[in-house]
Each structure stands twice: as C-alpha cells, then as structure tokens.
C-alpha cells in the first residue's frame, strides 16, 4: 500500500460521513423513518441498496474461491438473480398493500401469529450466527490479505480488521438506519462496480485474454464424466452440482432469498410506490447479472495464472494450504495485492470495504427490524414512535456485540462452517418459500397450513444438518449402505434434497389446509390472487409501462444467452 492508496481510501472515508452527516439531520421520528428510510426511497436507491447489501464475504471469498476451484458450478446461484423480477412484478402489489415492515409480520397478516413468531426466530437467528458472522470473519482475511500485515500494536491483525469493520458500520447504521443504508449504497456500489471490473480486465491483460482462460480452464476436468470447469451444465451422476438439481436447487434458495428474505425485501419496502419499487427490482437485476464477471470469472483467471506459473516452472500464483492444496479462497484477495498499481489498489480496498459495509449495515438494519417489529411493539402496541426507534438502535448495539462474541468460533471452526453455509440455506429455504408460494398463490391456504408447511421444513432442516454433522463426524462416507434415514438425511445430494422438500412441505401446507377452516375472505383480501380489490388492480396496472416490460425481457434474454454460452 503506497501513500497514493491511503489518499485515496481516505476520499472514500470523507465522502461516506458526508452522507452519513447528511442522512443523521434527518428525521427519524418513528419505526417507518428508521426502518423504512421514511418509504420515500426511489429505483436507484432501492436496486443499488438491493445489488450492494448482497454482495459480501460470499461474492469477495466463496464465488471467487469457487471459480479458482471449480470453475463456473456456482454461477447458477448468481444467474438465479433474475428472480428479483418476481419479487418485482408478482410480490410487491401484496407486500404493498399489506403495509408491512416486515417478512414475518405479513405471514401474521395472511395467517397467523405463530406463523410471524417462527419466521422472525427463525430469521434472527440465522442472521447472526451465519451471515454476520460470515461476514465478518471474511472481512478479516480479507484485509489481512490484502494490507499483508500479520500483526500490529502486538495484536493479530485479523482481529482489528474483523472488529473495526463491525463498529464502522454499526455507527452508521445505528444512528441512520434504513436511510444510512440506502444512500451509503449509492456511493458504495458504483466504486464496488469499479474496482471489480479494473480488477477483471488486469486479470485478463496479465493472462493473456479471455480465450487464453477458457484454454486453460476449458482442460481441466472436474468429475469422471468429461464435464470440465467452464461447464455450467454438469453430468447429473455429478456428486456435487448435478444438472437437474443445480438447477431446482438455486431456483428454490434463489426464490427464497429473493422474494421472501427480510434481508433484501426490506429494501423494496422502502420504496415510495409500486413503481418505484418494481423499477427498483428491475436495476437490482441488471446489477446482478454483472458478480459471475466480477468475482467468479477473476477466481477463474487466478486459477489460469497460477497454472501458467506452475507449468513455467514458477512458484505459482496463489498461496498454498498447509496441506499442500492451492488455497482457492485467496484468489481475490490475491488478484488485488499481485496486480494493482498504486491508486488503484487504495480503490479496490474501498471497493471492498463497500461490499462488506454495506452488506454488515443490511444485516443490521433487517435484524434490528425483526426484533423491534415482530416481537417488541407486539407485545408492547402503545410504545410511542420515537421509542421505537431507540429499541430498534439497542437492538442493532446488541447484534453488534453478538456479531463479535460469535468471531472466535467462526474463527477456529471457519473453513467448515463456511462450506455448511450452502447447506443451511438449502434447508432454511424450503418452508419459508412455501409458505409464502401457497399464502400468495392459493385462496384456500388456512392459516394451520401455512403455520405447518413452516414448522414443517424447520423440523424437516434441522433433521438434516443434525444428521450431516453426526454423520460426518462418525467418519460415515456418504453413498455407503445405510439406513433409510441415512440415504435421505445424509447421503442424498443436497440440491435434490433442497427440490424435494419444498415439495414435501407445500403437500404438508395444503394436506393441512385442506383438513381446517378457510379464511375468511376479509381478512385476505388484497393479499392473495383473486383476491384484489378493482382498485387495487387498477393501482397496480397504473405502475408499469412497456419499458418496464422490454428491459424485463433484456434481462431474461442475457439470462438464457449465459446458460447458452457456458452450457
């Protein structure tokens, strides 16, 4: 890092308090205003915030360390962005009407409170001890990484990166909230985009171009069945991404995630309108389309890198592990402090910085969100509004505190807990996107079955991370003559398994529906198809022209030309 670099992160650093200043003078008189930014966000804001508050530790470590290990297998889960148009086009009318704050609080409104006080306990939980601490654990060896520096004032540098990120943000976050979130977005993503791209053509120059990757990469196999790391479309006897099930399996966490998750349907929510907040989900899209180029295609690269060096007789490009593997988890990192000239690297950290901040700040926000709303000001209705932001900035001190009590676990159990990550969404997934599939979708749902096509996939998703961690630690090979519960708990591919219990919990939502009372059609009116109200249809159609259309179809066009071109 040259004086050059710090100059320039420290640009990054005077711009971002500016708006955070700016975002502090205004009013935050009640739940809306902290929560909510005021619902007064336009389409720039929202898709940036959505687009920003995604990419993270995953995209930085785990999509660039997937391309450097196993080429494109991973880029099915970010082409599945395109399903932000679903929560455009389909989901928004509903979640409008209902004048929501949050996810589970419209599962009260279409079925029960039970129903909230699972998806909220189940939400919060999964937020802090997954994605925050993700988060900041990467966030670490990232700039550990990147700075080159083991150690400073006698202390492990890991941890005063780690633990400064956490309280940077949490300062923003806790004193601006949603609107700190949405408008430090607008900074961070256009230099996210920026230094990711510099990034990726330096990659490119120092290899020798695209064709020279797709060379390289085009030769390397990764199973018995001639599928090779540019392959998106694998084998469906592969053990780690068949086909079929890469496919069923991305479309359902893609579904939940996109369509459901607090996380980013927080954002839509802020939105001033139907239009604005559909318009917001369309440029989230576009946005999304770009992480296969910006962090998958650079592990990639790396990879190409570090093969031409080895086959030159060099050392190598990347580092190695302990054991004598290339550690594929490094490749950005890596890619930024071999590559940069000064400047540019003091961008790229900045870029960095943008992703984890604004991701740790979502995080945060969604979180404090959950716990004010669904269970705070339920029990208490009457607090007044001012107070309801001071409980939603505690609760923020609180995940905070809890995000950095959670470090040391991640730290020393990191590599296994991140790659049981995947395998937890895949299971957290299924019963929440069927509960909201049959809620939406089907007049008939009763509030039991939607309560239990819930309780259903949580009993059904601890079963099998239960099983996985009994199984793997009793030195059970998967595929070895079993039980019956072993084959379906442990043995069968975690994709299929994903597809296949969102099956099993949608037939639990309608068996049950189908066995208790309807509900009554006032209290789902505007929340369910055929439900809406010829004002509310005619609100909705009022919201959308033919451009929202054709760049709908654009999107989904490139979609279906990347599947094409990495078939």
Known sequence: MTSLDWIVIAIFFLALIGIIVWVMKQKQNNAADYFLGGKDATWIAIGASIFASNIGSEHLIGLAGSGASSGMAMAHWEIQGWMIL?????????YTRSMVYTMPEFLERRF???????????SLISYVLTKVAVTVYAGGLVFQQVFGIEELWGIDFFWIAAIGLVLLTALYTIFGGMKSVLYTSVLQTPILLLGSLIILVLGLKELGGWDEMMRICSSVKVNEYGDTMVNLIRDNNDSQYPWLGALIGSAVIGFWYWCTDQFIVQRVLSGKDEKEARRGTIFGAYLKLLPVFLFLIPGMIAFAIHQNAIAAGGEGFLPMLANGNVNSDAAFPTLVAKLLPAGVKGLIVCGILAALMSSLASLFNSSAALFTIDFYQRYRPDTDPKKLVRIGQIAT????ILGILWIPVMRSVGDVLYLYLQDVQSVLAPGIAAAFLIGILWKRASAQGGMWALLSGLIIGLTRLGSKVYYSNAGVEPGVDGSLFQYVFYDCN??????WMLVFCLAVGVIVSLFTKAPEPEKIQGLVFGTSTPEQIAATRASWNKWDVVHTMIILGITVAFYIYFW
């Open 86 to 94: 679903l929560l455009g086009w389909v989901f928004v009318p509903f």
């Open 112 to 122: 029960n409170p039970q129903s909230r006080t699972i998806l909220a306990t189940i």
């Open 397 to 400: 001190v609180v995940i905070v």
């Open 494 to 499: 975690w994709l299929f398994f994903c597809g």
